[in-house]
């Protein structure tokens, strides 16, 4: 889970809010590292403080469209697919289920979902701490994905625009295939796991880095 300073109080000021750590603040050098001894063949990145709502409602209610307005897009009905419109990412996880997506900080998101939904059934929950995202790019991010993960990643058969809730590692996570080929994947993990989940994508990108890396983080740990 992820850590945070303690916060301070001096006598007759306000408490002070502690600083925010994301989960993998600690493995940040890790993942530099990998995309610098491959050569950028893989490259791993958090990004930290996603805005991640689940949303649930009836997708052939009024309230799909209201919602969709409110957002910018359009909530996707095909099985496991994405739907992007500038900032905001809205992802299918069940048939009457999304989680949106958006940059650090949207908590305006929740509210204009509330407001949209009127006194239609809308569920809205903000779950924004309980995953972090990794980023694996670079031209062989499939071929590391697939090390550990059952889907078929090929791109015929999990292009751009797809997502699907399955294991990577024996870890699960939201795997999304990002709009361009060049943008790599995103992999939504809790963040209790993520730490095990970054050390095995530096472990599985052997590889491509060398055994040096590898040798050098199991003598760092």
Known sequence: MADTAPT???AGTAPTAAPLRSPLAGARDRLAA???ASRGAVRLAELPFLTQLDVRLDPKGAAADAVGLALGLTLPVEPDTVVRA??????????DEWLVVGPPGRRDMES?????GGDEPVSVVDVSAQRTTLLVSGPRARDLLAHGCSLDLHPRAFRAGRCAQTTLGRTQVVLVARDEPSSGFWV???SSFAGYLADWLVDAAVEWTGPDLLTERRQIS
Not at 112 to 116: M, P
């Open 86 to 95: 500038g900032e905001l990412t809205a992802l299918w996880l069940g048939p």
């Open 188 to 190: 939504l993990v809790r």
């Open 34 to 36: 990998v995309t610098r």
């Open 8 to 10: 301070t109080v001096m």
């Open 112 to 116: 204009r979902i509330r407001e949209a």
